[in-house]
């Protein structure tokens, strides 16, 4: 019983500290929510749809990178796992234990994810001024730079415009795609425990049960 007691602080402390963290958003947040935010449901993992106009002013390189593009999707996860063409054991058990490093998926989206993912599962919340201005702050802070502070491009990203960036922080089995994105949403207001959401589904599920309508 001690041990399993021992197991659960360890899962619930170390589950809570990989980078890229969390930002709180400000304390005097009282705005209404305006700034819509999806997220959408890609099997294994989901990834964060953002307008591009929100997050350009932050990270430059993307428009460079992408022009006009009206939305940006971004996930994370293992540099080897996320980057492989075949998924293997040997690669997954290499991402849980081993991995080398991080990278951020970026796709360029024309239309809005509705439209571009229709035939996945997409689920939108809307946030606070202040929820929106943290959400930005932590996907800002999920890339590496350089000395120079400029992205680190990598390999050409897995489907549509899309490209791969050096990410922060360490993957590994409590500290996965899916507890990005959790921390993300977190991140931006929402009232979520990023330590258990390790699987998709329950990542999808807490936007649904918990999704705010837009004020215009």
Known sequence: MKAAGLFLMLFAVYGCTGKPYAVEPAAEADSAPTQRVYVVGHGWHVGVVVAADELNPSIPGLKERFGEA?????????????????????????????SKGTVMHVVALPVSPDNYFAGSDVVDTCLTAEGADSLIKY????????????????????????QFYKGEGRYHLLNTSNKWTAKALKSAGMEISPTFKLMADSVLAFVEENREACVR
Request: proline residues 0%; glycine residues 14%.
């Open 70 to 98: 009206g939305y940006y999707e971004l996930g994370w996860g293992d540099e080897g796992f996320y980057q492989a063409s075949e998924i293997t054991a040997g690669v997954t058990l290499r991402a849980i234990v081993w």
């Open 139 to 162: 996907l800002s802070n999920s890339f590496a730079r350089d000395a120079n502070n400029n992205l680190v491009e990598l390999q050409r990203g897995i489907y549509g415009d899309s």
